[in-house]
Structures are given as structure tokens and as C-alpha cells.
């Protein structure tokens, strides 16, 4: 990093210490339903607390509601940080319950579901204000350029919060992660896996970088 | 004559709506079957406000939600703008239909490329 990089960083972290941070770090992990948020929140707190947040599946909307985590304490290259760990229910502009019955639900688990998952995303939309800060998973064999990602990116950019962007799913063949960067290159990015573990420690490093 | 009817709504007819006006605008067009396209796009704020208004609106078998995309908004923000909280510019056209009837093909950072088809 170069100096005057460095000692903007330091301003500006200084900046926000005094005048508007507190005590609270309150990070929310968002995305579109399925890029892996769930499997992300499960393998932090897994691997600093021993618990998990919530349930995991291929049916997208399976997280439905905002599960707070309070007080993980992240380590990682002798530093550490205390964070509020928030996973939430996958953003997107449109739901068919005929999407969750080609996934072999009956239609009035599907027309429940849609329901549900609508209540999901408009908990998630909300939760954003009351955040100090966004890691933002995306499925890295998808494509990046959603109204979704660029609605976060640019609520973040607004509010002058950090924002972290993981690129999910790099154990799959076709994986695409700079795809990602170049997407919005504005951004720090991070590519891992959250199923396999890999990189996990990189990403662990780039919190600490950009939440501390 | 059949087909999709499209609004292509000028920056100055958006610059004087309001948020509510604009939300409202869009999602009733978009109930209607309509495409709209946006000249100038919606902030950050409206954007959320606008996914939390059409998630409201969603019937199951009546109204599946919207399909909206723009181009990502500028990159370049120096440092001074983001210590004057100076707004990320978002002066970019923007796309909107049902979701049942608008498919993006494409998107890049310059180009979108979707298709229309009747309900
Ligand atoms: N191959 C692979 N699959 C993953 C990875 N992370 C998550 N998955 C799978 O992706 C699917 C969705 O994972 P979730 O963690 O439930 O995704 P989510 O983002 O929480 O989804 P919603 O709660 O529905 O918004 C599951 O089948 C996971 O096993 C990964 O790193 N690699
Ligand atoms: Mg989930």
C-alpha cells in the first residue's frame, strides 16, 4: 500500500472513530438468494465461536428472516476484531412460486414460501440502515451485473460505509471471480469458498483490514 | 396494432418528481405491462425503497415482481468526495419491466441487452 494511501486510510478510519462509529460494528452479509450467505455466516461463527446462525439449502429464499450473531471476535494475523455478525435473507426484485415448485415443492408450500420470502427482503432492505458495514457474497459463477448488487453497492457508497465483496464458490469449475473485480473494481475483493474453506484466512485478514 | 407499450421518461420529467412519485410511477407502469426506460437512474435510497414497495405488490400468479437493470454507477469517487459524503453520480439509463415479460441477455459496464416479450 502506498504511503499516502496509508495515511488517508488512517484519516479517514480516524475520521470515522471520532465522529460517527461508537462502539457498535454491526456487519450485515447480503447478496441474491443462494450466492451462500447462510454457509458464510455458519463458517465464521463456526470457526470463532463453535456455533452455527441458520439453515442451508438449494431452494433459494431459505433464510427468510435476519439472524443477528452479537459479539464474534475475529482473529487473524495477531489482530482481532469484535463484530455483530447479521446474515440476511437473499435481495431480489422478483419472486415466482413457480420457481420453488420446479425445486419439488407442493404449490402451497411455494405460494408460502413466496410470501415469506417477500417479508425477507423487504427485513433485509431495512436492516441496511442499521448497519456499520456490508460483506456482499456473490456466486462467482453467476453473473455480476444485478440491480441487486449495484442497489447495495450503491447504498454503501452513499453512506460512506466499508464494504467487502466475496466472490462465493470458487471450489466450482466454472467460477469466474475476476469477473467480479472487474465488475466493480472500486471495491476490495476477496475470492473463496465457503463450502470448502478455501481462502477462508485471506478473507478473515481483509474484515479485520476493512471493519477494524 | 398489438404489442408492448414503452415510456421513455426524460431526466427532467424525473428531476421533478419525487421519490414517492417516481416509485409509484414505475411500479403502477410496470403492473400495467409497460416497459419503462429511464433516462437518468434512481438513487441508492430509491432503489431500496423501490424493491421494498414491489415486494409488497407480489401476488402469487398475479404478480411475480420486476426486472430492473442500470449500469453501475460512476467509479470514480476521490477521496475528497468521500470525506464531503459528495453522492455517487447515478446519471444512467435504467430498464424496468415485469419480471415475467422483461429477460436480460447481457449486461455489461457500457452495454444492456434484454428481450421483451408479450404476456
Ligand atoms: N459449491 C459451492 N456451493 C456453495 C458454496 N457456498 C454455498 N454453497 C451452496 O449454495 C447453496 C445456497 O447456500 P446458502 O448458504 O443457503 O445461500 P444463501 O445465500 O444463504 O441463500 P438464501 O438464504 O436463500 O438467500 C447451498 O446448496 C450451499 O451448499 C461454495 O462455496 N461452493
Ligand atoms: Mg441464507
Do not use: C
Not at chain 1, 420446479?102 to 408450500?109: C, M, P
Not at chain 1, 474453506?197 to 471493519?211: P, S, W
Request: charged share 30%; aromatic share 4%.
Amino acid at each position: 500500500m502506498g504511503i499516502i494511501k496509508k495515511i488517508r486510510k488512517n484519516l479517514s478510519s480516524a475520521f470515522n472513530k471520532i465522529f460517527k462509529r461508537g462502539k457498535l460494528h454491526r456487519i450485515g452479509i447480503y447478496g441474491p438468494p443462494n450466492a451462500g450467505k447462510t454457509t458464510l455466516a455458519n463458517r465464521i461463527v463456526r470457526d470463532f465461536t463453535g456455533d452455527v446462525v441458520g439453515s442451508v439449502s438449494d431452494i433459494p429464499h431459505e433464510t427468510r428472516r435476519a439472524h443477528r450473531r452479537e459479539g464474534v471476535t475475529i482473529e487473524s494475523n495477531g489482530s482481532s476484531i469484535t463484530l455483530d455478525i447479521v446474515d440476511t435473507p437473499g435481495l431480489a426484485t422478483k419472486i415466482d412460486f413457480q420457481d420453488f415448485m420446479a425445486k419439488g415443492l407442493s404449490e402451497d408450500e411455494s405460494r408460502r414460501r413466496a410470501k415469506e420470502a417477500t417479508e425477507g427482503v423487504i427485513e433485509a432492505v431495512r436492516w441496511l440502515e442499521d448497519l456499520e458495514g456490508v460483506i456482499l457474497v456473490m456466486d462467482a459463477t453467476e453473473d455480476p451485473f444485478t440491480q441487486v448488487n449495484v442497489t447495495v453497492i450503491g447504498n454503501m457508497e452513499a453512506r460512506n460505509l466499508p464494504l467487502l465483496i466475496v466472490a462465493n464458490k470458487i471450489d466450482l469449475d466454472d467460477s469466474m471471480p475476476s469477473r467480479i473485480k472487474s465488475a466493480f473494481p472500486q471495491h476490495p475483493m476477496v475470492p473463496i469458498s465457503a463450502l470448502t474453506g478455501d481462502n477462508i484466512d485471506v478473507m478473515y485478514d481483509k474484515i479485520a483490514e476493512h471493519f477494524g | 396494432m398489438k404489442g408492448i407499450q414503452m415510456d421513455l421518461i426524460s431526466s427532467d420529467k424525473l428531476e421533478r418528481l419525487s421519490s414517492v412519485e417516481k416509485i409509484r410511477m414505475i411500479l403502477d407502469s410496470v403492473e400495467d405491462g409497460k416497459i419503462i426506460v429511464l433516462e437518468r437512474g434512481l438513487t441508492p435510497q430509491e432503489e431500496t425503497k423501490l424493491i421494498e414497495a414491489t415486494m409488497t405488490k407480489i401476488t402469487p400468479g398475479e404478480f411475480a415482481g420486476i426486472e430492473i437493470e442500470s449500469y453501475p454507477g460512476a467509479v470514480h469517487q476521490s477521496w475528497f468526495d468521500k470525506l464531503r459524503k459528495k453522492p455517487v453520480d447515478r446519471a444512467r439509463l435504467t430498464v424496468i419491466g415485469p419480471a415475467d415479460q422483461l429477460k436480460m441477455l447481457k449486461r455489461d459496464r457500457d452495454v444492456i441487452s434484454a428481450m421483451v416479450s408479450a404476456r
